[in-house]
């Protein structure tokens, strides 16, 4: 448990430290301000659904690039042979970098609680679709950075990383509305494994348990695998 | 030089250790055990399987077949406990490069389960004893490769371990930093158990009480360094050259005295000199220092060759001892790479 606190702190303030968590983070709320408020006078309604319709897709590709270093920069440094002889578990590092990428998301989005604080002084907002959305948000980051420290550990080069991690995001995000290619008797599985359903269905402010177990068991298999690769390479 | 032979239980117990990679063979079939306090020089070429070797007996690599043993834990059941009895340096010391200094130890320390009120007094001990007093500040990217070592080294040492594994402590040093490494590494060697790699023969000569040499994932040599060098009796060699002599009659000579196992006659500028290299099958010139080595006999070849040509009117222009150094040897057993 402390290893686990002591790995993801680390790596957390290690985001910090290099200038890329800064770029990442001012690279989000520009794109996600802009497409947000380009439309959000023109629909005139006091919440945040053109916010949450976007952050799938933003999260399919700037998740990948924060925990697209997480394991394949410390295996081509070499740092990872230190870390793996340290005291510790595979299971402790693969919590403990996963908890640091979600720290990381869940700062990344701190400031855009100033969406609603500043639409609820211009028009009558429901709290309830704003408080699903953002546990939706972060259960969303989750289940992505679990796909990305996956992808991280496939291999050391952190390009390849980054785009194996986008892929699998982006898919999962999109899945949902290619069900017109799949057959009509595996439409209804395929549309379950959509990010988007299960997203959207939350920021609606319902908090369904399949959306709940979705979420959850995506996180569990990401890092599941994570540890899986971890004792292959050993 | 400072044997420790008493059996008591041995700290590491290598056994039929084997690693393949795909198909390929790094470590083949490796046995060997560690006393409690001994520093053993693990030596070899390169991709020899010396890395390899260590990194299986830090946990990192799991082997393909064959078991370790340390104190009571064994590889890889319990393979967590053994990495908190064990301190480890891999190779070129990778750490996190962008951390400072203190920041990096602070986390190995807490990592490693040092309580939070000791761990600033642990890190003053070891920048103390690793010589990081001025450095603690710096990030660890701006440091010179003895400077990373140091910090590695501080790493390793962070629970005061009873086994430190270090690999290839002073390569890529420069002489002063090997200097430094090399005094750090005999300050905390006095009760420890420290098994390290490294290439470079003086060193495994000047610091270790037994040396494994291995090739090819084979071990072809496990012996103290005195007894390499000893190996067969093949190590002691005379050269002796002679002026104003007949080399028919000084051959002759040479072969009747006891001890001796075969002359060699080397090439000449004049003629009336002559030149020879004397093999022994008794070590010369070490009766009476120290008798272990030449079969508890005090008979000195070279002694017994002095008084010989003392007997003649032949000049001696040169008469040395040659002992067959460990780069020889480590030649010898590792040639055909």
């Known amino acids: 448990m402390m290893q686990i606190a002591q790995i993801a702190g680390r790596e957390f303030k290690d985001y910090f430290i290099s200038p890329i968590a800064y770029i990442v983070i001012a690279l989000f709320l520009v794109l996600t301000g802009w497409f947000f408020f380009s439309t959000f006078f023109i629909f005139d309604r006091a919440d945040l659904r053109g916010f949450f319709a976007l952050l799938p897709t933003v999260f399919s590709f700037v998740i990948p690039a924060v925990t697209m270093r997480l394991f394949s920069e410390e295996m081509n440094v070499g740092s990872y042979e230190t870390l793996l002889t340290m005291p510790v578990t595979f299971g402790d590092i693969a919590l403990g970098k996963f908890f640091a990428a979600l720290g990381f998301i869940a700062a990344m989005l701190v400031p855009t609680l100033s969406y609603p604080l500043f639409i609820s002084f211009v028009g009558n907002l429901d709290p309830g679709p704003v408080a699903g959305g953002y546990l939706g948000a972060l259960l969303l980051a989750g289940g992505f950075c679990s796909i990305g420290i996956f992808a991280s550990s496939l291999t050391r080069n952190q390009i390849v990383a980054f785009i194996l991690g986008s892929a699998m995001c982006f898919t999962l995000t999109v899945i949902d509305k290619m069900l017109f290619f799949v057959p009509a008797s595996l439409a209804s599985w395929v549309g379950y494994l959509g990010a988007d359903l299960h997203f959207q269905s939350i920021a609606k402010g319902v908090v369904d348990s399949r959306d709940l177990i979705y979420f959850l068991s995506v996180i569990f298999l990401g890092l599941f695998a994570t540890y899986l690769v971890m004792q292959e390479k050993n | 030089m400072f044997f420790n032979h008493k059996k008591e239980a041995v700290v590491i117990q290598v056994e039929n250790l084997t690693k393949y990679y795909n198909d390929f063979c790094a470590v083949d079939n490796l046995s060997f055990t560690i006393n409690p306090g001994e520093i053993l020089g693990l030596l070899g070429p390169n991709g020899a399987g010396k890395t390899t070797t260590l990194r299986m007996l830090t946990g990192f690599f799991k082997p393909t077949s064959g ?27 990778p750490l996190y490069h962008n951390m400072l200094v203190f920041d990096y130890l602070g986390y190995v320390a807490a990592v490693k389960g040092i309580p939070r009120e000791k761990r600033v ?8 004893l690793c010589g990081l007093n001025g450095i603690m500040h710096r990030t660890i990217d701006e440091l010179s490769k003895g400077l990373k070592q140091r910090v590695g080294l501080a790493h390793a040492l962070m629970t005061d371990p009873e086994i430190l594994v270090l690999d290839e402590p002073t390569s890529g040093l420069d002489p002063n930093q090997i200097a430094e490494i090399r005094a750090i590494i005999r300050r905390i060697g006095r009760a420890k158990t420290i098994i390290f790699s490294t290439h470079i023969l003086s060193e495994a000569e000047s610091t270790c009480d037994r040396i494994v040499i291995i090739n090819r994932g084979k071990i072809v040599a496990d012996d103290t360094t005195q007894n390499l060098k000893n190996l067969d009796g093949t190590g002691a060699s005379i050269v002796l050259s002679l002026a104003d002599a007949d080399p028919e009659k000084a051959l002759a000579l040479i072969r009747g005295i006891k001890g001796v196992r075969r002359v060699e006659q080397k090439k000449t500028e ?59 040897i480590f030649q010898e057993l590792t040639r055909g790479n």
Not at chain 2, 67 to 93: C, R, W
Not at chain 2, 121 to 128: V, Y
Not at chain 2, 280 to 306: E, K, V, W
Request: aromatic letters at 6%.
């Open chain 2, 270 to 328: 004049s003629a009336g000199d002559c030149r020879f290299e004397i093999h022994c099958s008794i070590s010369p010139g070490s009766s009476g220092s120290d008798t272990n080595h030449n079969n508890g006999q005090d008979h000195d070849p070279g002694r017994a060759l002095y008084l010989a040509i003392r007997n003649t009117d032949w000049i001696i222009t040169e008469l040395s001892h040659k002992t067959r150094s460990l780069e020889t």
């Open chain 2, 67 to 93: 078991t370790i043993q340390v104190k009571d834990f064994s590889i890889p059941e319990d393979t967590l406990k053994i990495k908190q009895i064990m301190g480890y340096l891999p190779e070129s010391a």
């Open chain 2, 121 to 128: 007094q642990r890190l003053k001990e070891l920048s103390e």
